[in-house]
């Protein structure tokens, strides 16, 4: 928009990118209206008369009828489905209903690098970043990672590498990327979509605008993305396939992480190399350098940036070691596909597997299996226990045990003293914490504990 002195925009939900979004739109001279559902709360105070103090309109509690009178455009937080009332009603009335990163691609000229998938985002996103970071450019990870997009654009950075989730870019109208990563797909959040070919279609939206001097970066292992046509440059890669050498693909040829480009193949650093574990990390890896690449990024750049790259917090994170046991948190998989490859990640050894909370009413036969194969013992906690419970028994698996807290889980799972560790839920957090990152916090905390209670300082 070349001006927003004149315009009125309402901003529904004060989550993170609602409140990146009004602030930004206040300093650049619009009318902000922000509407919230939820009742007030001390932090919804507060967030409330900061944003009076700017300039803002804030109602809470419900939304009003100026709603839908207000407003020339509507910011929607991502967590609104199109489900909703409000929403609705606001198509109904003809307003143009977008998110915080289509308004960002709007207001910058800045490339995007936009990363979508059920599964390893985030791990890429910043994977992406940290590569780019590494040759001096600036080049935040951002959106659904958890920094708002908008809050970042003001730096005017080289690149925004941002991670971006079907539910925001189901409102993305003309967002087309410079890259755009497709990871994976499996079901997932099919509450809010109400149906699997809904979620599929919204993760196309990261490419329908491309152009056809843009890139599609596609899991070629994935049957669903594999079969997918894009209008943009196509850059596969595989953990399974070869490519031609002609094709942009990135690959792996014995040990090593390789790529094709512009007619030249690049050998980068074995596998062994990377701090990051598991098969889905090499999956994350490849989609990274297949990204970077695209950018004209120096091989020898890509490789240093792939070795020196960390787990990323939450994420198949070393917590420490306690009594000679040790404590991974992967309070991140909020999927049973997600924690099938953390299960995976731990080749050799069986593992005592933390999991439960918030059931999203998924299949659990695939989990089942793995749990067979890769777990020593099973501790469930959180809404999802006894479905969790009755669906392992079923598949033949019965080292279970079921305790009410995190602090419980930790103790039992040293006392069975038969294995690493891991807390990997297959669940959502809301049934008992605030948020995945609240759950794996509070994880870590009771692990150091129980460290202090083994061995205290003296």
Same mark, same amino acid.
């Given at each position: 928009?070349?001006?927003?002195?004149?315009?009125?925009?309402?901003?529904?939900?004060?989550?993170?990118?609602?409140?990146?979004?009004?602030?930004?739109?206040?300093?650049?001279?619009?009318?902000?209206?922000?509407?919230?559902?939820?009742?007030?709360?001390?932090?919804?105070?507060?967030?409330?008369?900061?944003?009076?103090?700017?300039?803002?309109?804030?109602?809470?509690?419900?939304?009003?009828?100026?709603?839908?009178?207000?407003?020339?455009?509507?910011?929607?937080?991502?967590?609104?489905?199109?489900?909703?009332?409000?929403?609705?009603?606001?198509?109904?009335?003809?307003?143009?209903?977008?998110?915080?990163?289509?308004?960002?691609?709007?207001?910058?000229?800045?490339?995007?690098?936009?990363?979508?998938?059920?599964?390893?985002?985030?791990?890429?996103?910043?994977?992406?970043?940290?590569?780019?970071?590494?040759?001096?450019?600036?080049?935040?990870?951002?959106?659904?990672?958890?920094?708002?997009?908008?809050?970042?654009?003001?730096?005017?950075?080289?690149?925004?590498?941002?991670?971006?989730?079907?539910?925001?870019?189901?409102?993305?109208?003309?967002?087309?990327?410079?890259?755009?990563?497709?990871?994976?797909?499996?079901?997932?959040?099919?509450?809010?979509?109400?149906?699997?070919?809904?979620?599929?279609?919204?993760?196309?939206?990261?490419?329908?605008?491309?152009?056809?001097?843009?890139?599609?970066?596609?899991?070629?292992?994935?049957?669903?993305?594999?079969?997918?046509?894009?209008?943009?440059?196509?850059?596969?890669?595989?953990?399974?396939?070869?490519?031609?050498?002609?094709?942009?693909?990135?690959?792996?040829?014995?040990?090593?992480?390789?790529?094709?480009?512009?007619?030249?193949?690049?050998?980068?650093?074995?596998?062994?190399?990377?701090?990051?574990?598991?098969?889905?990390?090499?999956?994350?890896?490849?989609?990274?350098?297949?990204?970077?690449?695209? %950018? #004209?990024?120096?091989?020898? &750049? +890509?490789? !240093?940036?792939?070795?020196?790259?960390?787990? =990323?917090?939450?994420?198949? /994170?070393?917590?420490?070691?306690?009594?000679?046991?040790?404590?991974?948190?992967?309070?991140?998989?909020?999927?049973?596909?997600?924690?099938?490859?953390?299960?995976?990640?731990?080749?050799?050894?069986?593992?005592?597997?933390?999991?439960?909370?918030?059931?999203?009413?998924?299949? %659990? #036969?695939?989990?089942?299996? &793995? +749990?067979? !194969?890769?777990?020593?013992?099973?501790?469930? =906690?959180?809404?999802?226990? /006894?479905?969790?419970?009755?669906?392992?028994?079923?598949?033949?698996?019965?080292?279970?045990?079921?305790?009410?807290?995190?602090?419980?889980?930790?103790?039992?799972?040293?006392?069975?003293?038969?294995?690493?560790?891991?807390?990997?839920?297959?669940?959502?957090?809301?049934?008992?914490?605030?948020?995945?990152?609240?759950?794996?916090?509070?994880?870590?905390?009771?692990?150091?504990?129980?460290?202090?209670?083994?061995?205290?300082?003296?």
């Amino acid at each position: 928009m070349s001006s927003w002195s004149n315009k009125k925009v309402l901003i529904l939900g004060m989550g993170m990118s609602g409140l990146s979004a009004a602030k930004y739109l206040l300093s650049q001279g619009a009318s902000v209206l922000v509407s919230e559902s939820k009742a007030e709360d001390t932090k919804l105070k507060e967030e409330k008369e900061e944003l009076l103090k700017l300039g803002a309109k804030v109602e809470i509690g419900g939304h009003s009828q100026e709603t839908l009178k207000f407003p020339d455009l509507i910011i929607v937080s991502p967590g609104i489905p199109p489900s909703a009332k409000i929403i609705q009603d606001l198509v109904l009335a003809g307003k143009e209903i977008i998110c915080d990163i289509e308004l960002a691609y709007r207001e910058s000229n800045v490339p995007i690098i936009a990363i979508t998938g059920t599964n390893g985002k985030s791990t890429t996103c910043a994977l992406i970043s940290h590569i780019l970071t590494g040759c001096q450019l600036k080049a935040p990870a951002c959106g659904n990672i958890g920094l708002p997009v908008l809050n970042v654009i003001k730096d005017k950075p080289d690149y925004l590498v941002v991670e971006a989730s079907s539910y925001q870019l189901y409102y993305c109208n003309t967002l087309a990327p410079q890259v755009a990563v497709w990871l994976n797909l499996t079901p997932d959040h099919i509450e809010w979509h109400g149906n699997l070919d809904h979620y599929i279609e919204c993760k196309k939206k990261s490419f329908k605008h491309q152009s056809q001097n843009q890139f599609a970066v596609l899991n070629a292992d994935d049957p669903i993305i594999s079969k997918f046509t894009p209008n943009a440059i196509k850059f596969s890669f595989s953990r399974q396939n070869s490519f031609t050498k002609n094709a942009p693909s990135a690959y792996i040829e014995g040990e090593y992480l390789c790529y094709s480009f512009n007619s030249q193949s690049h050998k980068l650093c074995k596998k062994s190399d990377l701090q990051i574990i598991g098969e889905h990390n090499l999956e994350n890896a490849l989609a990274a350098i297949a990204a970077t690449a695209t %950018l #004209n990024i120096a091989p020898e &750049s +890509i490789a !240093k940036g792939l070795k020196t790259f960390t787990s =990323l917090e939450h994420r198949l /994170e070393y917590v420490d070691t306690v009594d000679g046991i040790k404590f991974f948190n992967d309070s991140k998989a909020t999927n049973p596909e997600s924690t099938i490859k953390a299960l995976e990640a731990f080749k050799n050894e069986k593992v005592v597997l933390i999991a439960g909370g918030r059931d999203k009413g998924t299949s %659990l #036969n695939d989990l089942s299996a &793995s +749990i067979n !194969k890769h777990a020593a013992f099973v501790i469930l =906690l959180g809404e999802a226990k /006894e479905r969790f419970a009755s669906t392992f028994k079923a598949a033949g698996f019965h080292n279970l045990h079921m305790v009410e807290n995190l602090d419980s889980a930790i103790k039992l799972a040293l006392e069975l003293k038969e294995g690493p560790v891991l807390l990997s839920p297959a669940c959502a957090s809301f049934d008992m914490f605030q948020n995945f990152e609240e759950r794996g916090r509070v994880f870590k905390n009771l692990v150091r504990k129980r460290l202090q209670q083994v061995a205290p300082s003296h």
